[in-house]
């Protein structure tokens, strides 16, 4: 199993995971004509895509969704709640394929299993993705780690996981109390501690790569989230870390690696 963060922040989110000749994406937030630039970049056919697969509603994830899923045909995944919030906002798909939180279901070679997160959405999820022996874990826009989400993610040999934000940032920054408030809320997003903290704790288990995904422009800093790193990780931790961006794709990762 291969997989790429094409693109993660508060101005466009989606991933690419691939599986034998199985293509998902995770999220479209960019335009059509952006995440169909990435993807060649990366050498993927568009057109050999599976399915899009959406995690929440909000413009960030599935701005381009309708478009692409007109576009290239594809099927359409998300839980009822998603789909009722998001249906306006896609328009008519070609395919709308409903799932249910907690309950495991196939597209060709990869296993899905939706989790629920704790965000202000109708019903946001994050995934353990599965092929023979690799697991690949995506919790993004979280505002709390449960138990749920730890017990989801131990066995998982790769994680995508928000570190969003640096809450002394947040507080001495431009965003008025009120959105100041929801950013730090547990229906929020997750700040670098807490992220690194629970990656910290993964590293104990299965976790060899890790990608810190939905990283703040305003409020948080490369360098910042790499400093949480070293305080949190064992220095001898068997784990790769990356920083997904905003502006470009992350190279195809090996799950397995």
Not at 130 to 158: F, K, M, P, V
Request: hydrophobic residues 45%.
């Amino acid at each position: 199993m291969r997989f790429s963060v094409l693109g993660s922040g508060s101005k466009g989110n989606c991933t690419l995971i691939e599986a034998g000749s199985t293509r998902v994406l995770i999220d479209s937030g960019f335009s059509g004509k952006e995440l169909l630039a990435r993807l060649r970049l990366l050498d993927i056919a568009p057109e050999s895509l599976t399915a899009l697969i959406l995690t929440h509603e909000h413009d960030d994830h599935i701005k381009g969704a309708g478009v692409l899923a007109r576009r290239l045909k594809l099927p359409v995944y998300a839980n009822e709640a998603t789909q009722r919030a998001a249906e306006v906002k896609m328009g008519k798909l070609p395919l709308l394929r409903e799932f249910g939180v907690g309950e495991p279901f196939t597209i060709d070679a990869l296993c899905i299993h939706p989790f629920a997160v704790s965000h202000d959405a109708a019903d946001p999820v994050g995934f353990v993705l599965s092929d023979d022996g690799n697991s690949l874990g995506y919790c993004t826009d979280t505002g709390a780690i449960t138990r749920l989400i730890r017990q989801r993610l131990r066995a998982c040999r790769a994680v995508i996981l928000e570190a969003n934000h640096d809450v002394r940032m947040v507080k001495e920054g431009p965003y008025p109390l009120p959105l100041q408030q929801r950013v730090l809320s547990s229906r929020g997003h997750l700040a670098n501690p807490d992220a690194l903290a629970l990656a910290a704790e993964l590293a104990g288990e299965q976790l060899r790569l890790l990608v810190l995904a939905h990283l703040s422009e305003i409020n948080n800093h490369p360098d910042l989230v790499l400093a949480e790193a070293r305080q949190h990780l064992p220095s001898d931790a068997p784990v790769r870390l990356l920083l997904a961006r905003q502006e470009r794709a992350c190279p195809l990762l090996e799950v397995g690696w």
